[in-house]
């Protein structure tokens, strides 16, 4: 068929004005705009409930997507020194492999991050048994921790993006006492922080440690080890634990000691030294400042190849140091990369490991009435 040339001209000028004004899908759900947040389907539990990926991206397009299933970081893009964006955050690309996984990559802990001797607590003359997750003691909450849960998400801002993730842990949940009513609220401001503000409330007395398990690497996840990155934590004291990575009870000085990382130090120096089976730094630092000022100056990071730096600030008393000491290479993540020994480093910012079976340390109690508060900000910039 021959069109009129003038005919041909004004279908042609339709066209390009259709395209350009019709969104292309698949590029849109790709990028989302900046200060927005997205959900999109992630696949389903294995009872068969619906589970959502919210994307939330910040004006700097600075992006962290976040599964309803553990309140998982699944991704965290920020950019190098050159501009160039990449996922610092290590896990899958689907979500089936998190209901096995036992690393607990980006999910949200509780009800009691880090380890509980043996399982057993005693809290008002009460003793409570945990499952043995990690023998001979409960690790993360037990078999199914708050990164095994679904939980609800509410978006309470596009700029800056903003979810609120939130869940009841029913009383005798993993045989802990208390309905408890919890939220972990995401923000991802533009002065490129993600924000972890966790609320919680129960009806009878609990104990009660949260954390958030991100395996950050800055060189980009599944791109080598993180011994080459430059650590400082600000902490005089950190608490020795047994073979079980149980504490002791003891607060020690690292001055001195393998542990010292009060100036700024390349993981790998003294990793060695730091011992462990396997080697590698998995301990509890006790905050010089935290939670006096609050939230402080907690631990920072900066990776030289790419000129990524992070800052974490928290109120929580402790960060525990995990150099990924258990990643084994069995584990194979996004983009078909293998996660081996040391690929990634964890800053959890927590109470003490098995508090509730020592007194001396700062209480993990929360009763009827009170409202627990905390903030953790991970805040990136480059170099
Ligand atoms: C925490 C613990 C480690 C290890 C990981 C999960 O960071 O401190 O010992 O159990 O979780 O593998």
């Known amino acids: 068929m021959t069109l009129h040339p003038r005919l041909r001209a004004i279908a042609t000028t339709a066209i390009l004005a259709l395209s350009l004004l019709t969104p292309m899908p698949k590029l849109l759900a790709q990028s ?32 962290v997507a976040i599964a309803t299933y553990g309140g998982t970081v699944i991704n965290l893009i920020t950019p190098d020194r050159a501009g160039h964006m990449g996922d610092v955050a290590l ?19 509780g009800r009691y991050a880090n380890r509980i001797a043996k399982g ?14 990690n023998a001979p003691n409960t690790l993360h909450g037990g078999l199914k921790g708050f990164d095994k849960q679904l939980w609800t998400a509410e978006v309470l801002s596009q700029n800056p993006p903003t979810v609120r993730f939130s869940r009841l842990s029913p009383d005798g949940e993993e045989h802990f006492p208390g309905n408890l009513t919890i939220s972990v609220t995401y923000t991802l401001t533009n002065r490129d922080e993600l924000r972890l503000q966790y609320v919680a409330q129960t009806d009878k007395p609990t104990v009660l440690n949260l954390t958030s398990h991100t395996y950050f690497n800055l060189s980009g996840a599944g791109n080598g080890t993180i011994l080459n990155h430059q650590i400082r934590i600000h902490a005089s004291r950190f608490t020795p634990v047994d073979a079980n990575l149980i504490p002791t009870g003891k607060i020690q000085d690292v001055a001195g000691t393998p542990m010292d990382l009060r100036k700024w130090t390349t993981i790998g120096t003294n990793l060695q030294a730091v011992g462990g089976n396997p080697v590698g730094y998995d301990h509890n630092y006790v905050l010089d400042r935290c939670p006096v000022v609050r939230p402080c100056l907690a631990a920072e990071v900066y990776d030289p190849s790419s000129g ?18 258990f990643l084994d290479g069995t584990l194979k993540g996004k983009r078909g990369k293998i996660y081996h020994e040391h690929d990634a480093f964890c800053l959890e910012t927590q109470h003490f490991p098995d508090a509730p079976n020592h007194p001396a340390f700062p209480s993990t109690i929360l009763r009827p009435g009170e409202t627990f508060r905390s903030t953790t900000i991970y805040k990136f910039s480059t170099k």
């Not at 705009?33 to 389903?44: D, H, I, L, M, Q």
């Not at 896990?91 to 802990?109: E, K, M, N, W």
């Not at 057993?120 to 997750?133: E, P, Q, S, V």
């Open 32 to 63: 989302p705009a900046p200060g927005s947040v997205t959900a999109k389907p992630f696949g389903k539990t294995t009872d068969g409930k619906p589970i959502q990926l919210y994307t939330l991206t910040n004006q700097n397009g600075m992006q």
């Open 91 to 109: 896990g899958f690309g689907t979500i089936q492999p998190y209901f096995t996984q036992t690393a607990y990559f980006g999910a949200l802990i």
């Open 120 to 133: 057993r607590f005693t809290l008002d003359g009460k003793t409570y048994k945990l499952a043995i997750n």
């Open 308 to 325: 990524r730096f992070m800052k974490v600030y928290t109120d929580q008393p402790g960060i525990q140091f995990y150099t990924g000491n």
